[in-house]
Structure formats: structure tokens, C-alpha cells
């Protein structure tokens, strides 16, 4: 069964989610006051909509409360992106997912009851910022402020070892979750899986341990 979203505010950042989302096969209605922008958009999802998402008759004509979930991915306008979630949290809406622009702005959003908040262009220049720093890491996931999940190739040094040679757990506090071996994944791998180089290691843990365990001894 389709899930149905909504998105509203069409610049690159929703534009990409709303882009996703068809791709995935979901039910897609936009909003934005910028009619070019709709028009964009209006070939490939369910419903296009010119319109200004802090009039609260505009979203409420549009049946918003009915959409399972709504993104709320407004660029610049810090007042209109609050307004809006303030707006979806009155009329009911079951998730709201909101772009903050800085760490005020996202307080503002939790105080108004904002289900998930995302700071896109932050989140993105961490995992380059961790990409550029090693060659060994191939992505970052920020969990909290000080956990995360990071994907790190294996290098000649771990080659032939297991978890239980290396002791990871123990030494270094963070715990691999699984292997991508190729096209094989090998979910929580038994401590005896000898590991191969130029496997990926999904490691999480702690940011501190996580970079001890890359820095002794993936280099």
C-alpha cells in the first residue's frame, strides 16, 4: 500500500525528497507559492499546489491532517517554516518532518512539537568533512551528538583477522554490525568471520572510539 506525503517548499533540498519519494512509489502531493516551481514538479506527482502554507484555510482545503506524512522543507523563511509546523501540529498531522536552518531554529521546532528535524547542509558537510579526512571512511551517520554509524573499508592490516583477534568490543568499545562483502551483506557477523581487505565494516559506537579504532588500526 501506498504511503501518501506531503511536501511543502520545492527548493533543492525538497525538491530532492519529493524526486525520492516518486522514485520509491509513493503518493506525492507539493506545495509551494512559487508557480514555476509547481510546475516542475506537476508532471510527476499526485498533486501540485500553488499555494501560501501558513494560510491555515489553504492547508486545511487541501486535506492535510489526511496525509500520513508531511516535510516541511521551506529554504530561507525561518518564520514561515514555524508558522507552517505550528499550523500542521493544530490541524493534527500524524508526523511532521521539518528543515531547520541553525540550532535556534530548531529549538523553536521542538518547543512546537516538530516529530524529526533535519539540518541537511550540516549533516552532509560532516560525512564529506569525515570522507576527505580518510580514505577509509565511506560514510557517516550521525545517531546523537556523540554516536553514530560509519562505514570503513577494511585495510590490508585487518586482512585475515577476526572480531576475536582484534578484540574490538573490548579494546575499542564500538561494535560491528555487519560486513558488505561485494554484493553480500553479512549481518551481525559471528565473532570467528575472519575479515577481508576492501570489506566494509558498518561499525557503531561512540564518535571517540570510532575514531581510535579508525586511527590505530585501519591506517
Do not use: W
Request: hydrophobic letters at 40%; charged letters at 30%; glycine letters at 6%.
Amino acid at each position: 500500500m501506498k504511503k501518501e506525503f506531503a511536501v511543502i517548499g520545492l527548493g533543492r533540498f525538497g525538491g530532492s525528497i519529493c524526486r525520492e519519494l516518486i522514485e520509491l512509489g509513493m503518493e506525492v502531493m507539493v506545495i509551494d507559492k512559487n508557480e514555476e516551481k509547481i510546475n516542475e514538479f506537476a508532471n510527476i506527482v499526485s498533486h501540485a499546489v500553488v499555494g501560501n502554507s501558513v494560510d491555515e484555510n489553504v492547508l486545511k482545503s487541501l486535506g492535510i491532517r489526511n496525509f500520513e506524512h508531511v516535510i516541511v522543507a521551506i529554504g530561507l523563511d525561518i518564520q514561515a517554516s514555524i508558522l507552517t509546523t505550528l499550523i500542521l501540529k493544530e490541524l493534527g498531522v500524524k508526523k511532521i518532518t521539518v528543515k531547520a536552518q541553525n540550532d535556534y531554529h530548531e529549538k523553536v521546532l521542538k518547543k512546537i512539537g516538530a516529530d524529526h528535524i533535519v539540518h541537511p547542509e550540516r549533516d552532509m558537510g560532516k560525512r564529506i568533512a569525515h570522507h576527505v579526512v580518510s580514505n577509509n571512511v565511506l560514510d557517516y551517520l550521525e545517531l546523537s551528538d556523540e554516536h553514530s554509524i560509519v562505514e570503513i573499508k577494511a585495510s590490508t592490516r585487518l586482512d585475515g583477522h577476526t572480531m576475536m583477534d582484534l578484540d574490538i568490543r573490548a579494546r575499542y568499545g564500538i561494535t560491528i554490525v555487519a560486513i558488505k562483502r561485494g554484493q553480500d551483506i553479512i549481518v551481525s557477523p559471528q565473532a570467528t568471520e575472519p575479515i577481508k581487505e576492501n570489506d566494509v565494516l558498518i561499525v557503531i559506537g561512540a564518535d571517540s572510539d570510532i575514531n581510535r579504532f579508525e586511527k590505530k588500526v585501519m591506517s
